[in-house]
């Protein structure tokens, strides 16, 4: 009898060990997770991270939720998520304006210390455009233009403090033009607006902006890239134009609640990358004019710290605040 009883208790730990293992080794994800993206729909991030969120669900075997919470260029969904539940089933996917807008506006939570890296995504360099039928087809011809009818003149971006709307500055800058910023909420309505005429030039992002230079509803004057990009070769780069300071990009990447298990976000980190590895995705990034870039959780925030450096003095330079 004791050893029958002895038995038992090996059997009983045996069970509750191997039941606690499941437990621990439940897969994630093990529900839908809800994949915010604080931009209008149809922007460059949007674009993006779609294409992202698909492959992502196919090999989670779970349904990503894509969510779009524009709203004070990225910092209202920024919030929602940085107020969500840390547990891996909401997740943001953000863009430049993260590191931006604690720099320009009053933010009722700290970003930096509110979200959680996971990695950094893509680099999508600015393009600067023009409406098809615009009086100018070259960087040039649009500054000779905008010297001569400085009344006449403005810039379209997806936002103010976005990546368009500084490169737009800096671009100001160093050409000395005079130019009124017109933001609109997201890339979506923004290329729409600039396709109808309603804006000199626009600062696009590739995600938004391809399509319709591709189309030939919007012709592509300058990107501001360190180099010609591959989808469009024959645009030249505002260096080359003679304004080597114009250099941006509107970079992604993903974040989730401070707080969330290492292990969710190591998993996160790892599946992104595997998919940003695949020769298709990169196949179809290429073709938008995007760049891939991954990174570990460290070097994303590493990455983040920098670039609030970077554009701090920009922002103060141009003594940018919103309100």
Not at 200 to 214: C, K, L
């Amino acid at each position: 009898m004791c050893n029958l009883a002895m038995l038992n208790r090996i059997i009983l730990v045996i069970l509750a060990m191997a039941s606690f293992t499941g437990t621990a080794r439940a897969a994630y994800p093990e529900k839908p997770i809800w994949w915010i993206v604080p931009y209008a729909v149809g922007g460059s991030a949007d674009v993006v991270s779609r294409i992202l969120a698909n492959r992502i669900s196919e090999r989670f075997n779970q349904r990503i939720l894509v969510d779009n919470k524009p709203g004070a260029t990225g910092a209202v969904g920024a919030q929602f998520v940085a107020h969500a539940a840390p547990d891996g089933y909401t997740v943001l996917y953000q863009a430049f304006d993260l590191a931006i807008n604690p720099l320009v506006r009053q933010l009722s939570f700290d970003p930096m210390k509110e979200l959680t890296p996971v990695t950094q995504v893509v680099n999508m360099w600015v393009i600067m455009v023009a409406p098809a039928n615009a009086p100018y087809n070259t960087l040039q011809e649009f500054v000779d233009y905008a010297r001569k009818n400085p009344d006449k003149v403005n810039f379209g971006t997806a936002g103010a403090a976005s990546a368009g709307h500084l490169t737009g500055e800096l671009f100001k800058r160093q050409a000395k033009l005079d130019m009124v910023h017109i933001p609109f909420k997201g890339g979506g309505p923004g290329v729409t607006a600039a396709i109808a005429g309603q804006v000199s030039v626009y600062f696009a992002t590739p995600g938004s902006g391809m399509p319709a230079i591709q189309g030939g509803r919007l012709k592509a004057l300058a990107v501001a890239a360190p180099k010609r990009l591959a989808a469009l070769p024959n645009v030249p780069t505002f260096a080359e134009g003679g304004y080597p300071a114009v250099i941006a990009s509107e970079w992604t990447g993903v974040l989730v609640p401070k707080g969330t298990p290492s292990q969710i976000v190591q998993s996160l980190n790892r599946e992104i990358r595997e998919v940003l590895a695949e020769p298709a995705v990169a196949e179809q990034m290429g073709k938008l004019g995007i760049d891939l870039v991954t990174s570990s959780p460290q070097e994303f925030d590493h990455f983040l710290q920098q670039e609030t450096q970077r554009w701090g003095k920009v922002v103060r330079d141009l003594n940018l605040k919103y309100d």
